[in-house]
């Protein structure tokens, strides 16, 4: 599944993170609950994953914001406000599940797993293949071919690839690339985005007149999306 995981304490984000990368999830991690409902308003995730307690707006804020909106994505609340009131306040607010903190891994992940068999029952399609204007990449045998031209991609170079493709025609931060496709929760000073950007983008245009990875400058990168 697409996880969607709001949470600004970065040892609990980590720690969280690994694990359901390990159980084969994709995990996108925003700081703070600004961030997270711009994330969630992307409509790419299938299960939110969110505290009670964020910079900017609170997630009781964002999953209310959410559900206003029209949204059905599925928010499990993970969260050391551990009261009655609180519980029921969060599933009011519209969330589908409630841990409270400290929490066994092994727990958490059977409700995200409980929370994904309802998506199963609802007739939620797995999304194996990504397809963004001429470009398709195949997540399962992590393939990608360019108007049927197939390009030769590093796991790596493939993992950027899939993350820009997720957020086709929005601009996203080297921050967000170092965050959820290296893992990293700081900054290593090194040119690592930028050299691993120049040559996927050298890949994707080799025999194309146009380039689909355009640069914004002071602020990020950007999928084209025609």
Do not use: C
Not at 103 to 115: K, Y
Not at 179 to 189: A, S
């Amino acid at each position: 599944m697409k996880i969607l995981l709001i949470e600004d304490d970065d040892e609990t984000a980590s720690y969280v993170g690994a694990a359901l990368r390990k159980e084969g999830h994709w995990v996108e991690r925003a700081r703070g609950g600004v961030q997270g409902l711009a994330f969630a308003a992307s409509g790419v995730h299938d299960l939110m994953i969110v505290d009670r307690m964020l910079p900017e707006l609170d997630g009781l804020g964002v999953v209310k914001e959410l559900r206003m909106r029209g949204s059905r994505l599925p928010i499990l609340f993970l969260t050391t406000m551990s009261g009655i009131h609180d519980r029921v306040d969060g599933l009011e607010a519209g969330a589908d599940d409630y841990l409270t903190k400290p929490f066994a891994l092994a727990e958490l992940l059977a409700r995200v797993n409980a929370l994904g068999r309802r998506l199963e029952r609802k007739g939620a399609e797995v999304q194996t293949v990504l397809r963004v204007g001429p470009l398709e990449a195949d997540l399962m045998t992590q393939t990608v071919r360019r108007a049927g031209q197939p390009i030769d991609l590093q796991p790596q170079e493939f993992r950027l690839l899939e993350y820009l493709m997720r957020h086709a025609g929005q601009v996203v931060t080297r921050a967000m690339l170092l965050e959820n496709t290296w893992q990293l929760h700081f900054d290593p000073g090194t040119n690592i985005v930028e050299s691993h950007m120049s040559r996927l983008r050298a890949k994707l245009n080799r025999g194309f007149e146009t380039s689909l990875i355009q640069t914004v400058r002071g602020a990020g990168y950007v999928l084209r999306l025609d």
